[in-house]
């Protein structure tokens, strides 16, 4: 899918924006519950009405906002939990991350003026809007936000760093596990709990954001499971040794041994290898 047609498809995803816009139960936030969605000091001063910034509902499966998307405001996540890919000109998507309450949608559009990625609903979502123009006017007047703002634009670049560095330097079953663990900590960060949660997104797109197939990444989460490190029950994941998640390298060698011995076992027992259980009670 070009970059053309994604812009085009979202259309229709802006039209439904209109919808909701006129819905009866719109909520709005102002400036200082905007700062303390993103844990930035909020003005002293800043009339408690002096701008309102309008909430958006989703529905999972709605896009926020396209590739190619004339660029107009920033998005806050209030709640739910969403993913940002990017689209090639082949179709081609590769997960860029997870956004969650308070975390900051959009600010790759600053530079050219046009989303360089789509950010789309896992669940049903609510969307704080900052249209850019008037968010920036408001940091011209009160310099505690003229100074907040790179702070957070930088901590979404750190966060991305930091999946450069996990996919740069660790096995597949250390990503795995990291991911998992990190997880945790943001649902904790929004007062759940950080042992047990609920994926929203599917297998295929943590394969996607870990650099990973499909196959490794159940196949991982199937071994994580027989360590006594997690337990998985489809969706649902509870981490039971967090700091051993942490601190996971490899699996051990035993545990992809006795996987092969399992394979083996089972085509000797259909008699598709008659003399490998002879042959291995010679070595």
Known sequence: MSTLATANNCATSLES????EVAPNKLWSNLTQICELLEIPAPPNAPENERLFQHLRFKAGQRIH??????????IVNSGFLKTVHVDDFGNEQVLGFPMRGELLGIDAIHTQRYASEAMALSDCDIIVLPYKIFTSLA?????LELALPRVMSR???????LISMLSGLSAEARVARFLTNLGERFQQMGYSSRCFNLRMTRQEIGSYLGLTLETVSRTLSALNELGMITVEQRQIVLLDIAGLKNLRRLPPNKAKSKVTEKMSALVNKNLLPHWGQDLATV
């Open 17 to 20: 924006h209109r919808a909701i």
């Open 140 to 144: 011209r007047i009160h310099q505690e």
């Open 66 to 75: 396209c590739i190619g998307q004339a660029f107009e405001a920033l998005y």
């Open 156 to 162: 979404e670049i750190v966060r991305e760093q930091g």
